[in-house]
């Protein structure tokens, strides 16, 4: 049974850092595309940002650029997403997807994702 399991989540004022970790098991993910999406309170879930399997290629949404780093570990089976300079904006349930078929770091659609992990919550103080 494959499982993602989000960690790094907390309160956080404005300004801070936080880094976000997805253990995945159940199967290894090295050879797949992993992402993060975030649902901020009464919105539709949305793309943070995306990484490709060997980790060369990332892509992230216009309103992170800049401040989040997704990185990921194969030996471990980790992906991570390092919040920097969060703004009251980026308070959400963060969301870890993994890809069953593909490797680049261009899907930032959820269909694209088979796999999710249950959500850890961000929240950023003004």
């Known amino acids: 049974q494959v499982q993602l399991v989000e960690s790094g989540g907390g309160l956080v004022q404005a300004g801070g850092s936080l880094r976000l970790s997805c253990a995945a098991s159940g199967r290894t993910f090295s050879n797949n595309a992993m992402g993060w999406f975030r649902r901020a309170p009464g919105k539709e879930r949305e793309f943070v940002a995306a990484?490709?399997?060997?980790?060369?290629?990332?892509t992230y949404a216009d309103s992170v650029k800049g401040r989040f780093t997704i990185s990921r570990d194969n030996a471990k089976n980790t992906v991570y997403l390092q919040m920097n300079s969060l703004k009251p904006e980026d308070t959400a349930v963060y969301y870890c997807a993994a890809s069953r078929s593909y490797s680049g770091s261009g899907y930032i659609t959820e269909r694209y994702y088979d796999y999710w992990g249950q959500g850890t919550q961000v929240t950023v103080s003004s």
């Open positions: 990484i490709s399997s060997l980790g060369g290629s990332t």
